[in-house]
């Protein structure tokens, strides 16, 4: 999404607001915001999905001569519990301050470009971009339905905040497994040498 800047370069404001929806979506999608102009700001989560878009709200003030970019974004954005794959919605909100500058007064000192401004181009200035690199940065790596999730069953995958299964999760540990073929050895052993003392007693009390 591209803001004029004729106004604030031009001197005739030195308040630039607005606000505006910037659609982003994950995997190979394109869409079109509320000016009609196609944005391809892709994100890398296959599971995440924007339905609304960025809800952006801000400005670009020059300050004697200095340009800043202040906004707030709200992202809602729908996806699934990392444990139980149930749906999760959610909300990202947030507020960021991002340095503004013309691409060619840059180049021509010779600084450093993409760290740390946001760069006005042929008179525009792309609110796409810091809103797609904040979003990157602040976004949850991991979402769940609740704090107290049991997620799955490893086993049989019934969904353990629903319902019980029978399964035995806890295997033997393979380190006692020859001290447990060796306990069931002896047992067998004894069990032999008892029927046989049995044996021999009755034999005895025969004769």
């Known amino acids: 999404m591209k803001l004029d800047m004729g106004p604030l370069l031009t001197g005739n404001t030195d308040v630039l607001p607005f606000e505006r929806n910037i659609p982003f979506a994950s995997g190979d999608v394109e869409r079109e915001d509320d000016t009609g102009e196609a944005d391809n700001y892709l994100f890398p989560w296959d599971d995440v999905v924007f339905p609304r878009g960025a809800h952006v709200n801000g400005s670009v003030e020059n300050q ?106 806890k295997e033997p540990d393979p380190r006692l497994a020859k001290l447990q073929a060796l306990f069931h050895s002896d047992n067998m052993e004894g069990g032999t040498d008892n029927g046989s003392t049995e044996e021999k007693n009755i034999q005895s009390k025969k004769r």
């Open 64 to 169: 004697s001569g200095y340009m800043k970019l202040t906004f707030t974004a709200s992202v809602y954005y729908e996806t699934h519990c990392a444990r139980c794959l149930e749906p999760v919605a959610g909300e990202l909100q947030f507020r960021a301050e991002k340095n503004v500058a013309e691409a060619r007064l840059l180049t021509e000192a010779g600084e450093k470009q993409e760290e740390d401004y946001v760069l006005i181009a042929d008179n525009c200035l792309d609110i796409s971009q810091p809103v797609y690199d904040e979003i990157l940065l602040r976004f949850p790596s991991k979402h769940l339905c609740t704090e107290t999730c049991r997620g799955l069953c490893p086993l049989c995958g019934a969904n353990l905040n629903e319902t019980t299964c029978g399964c035995t999760l």
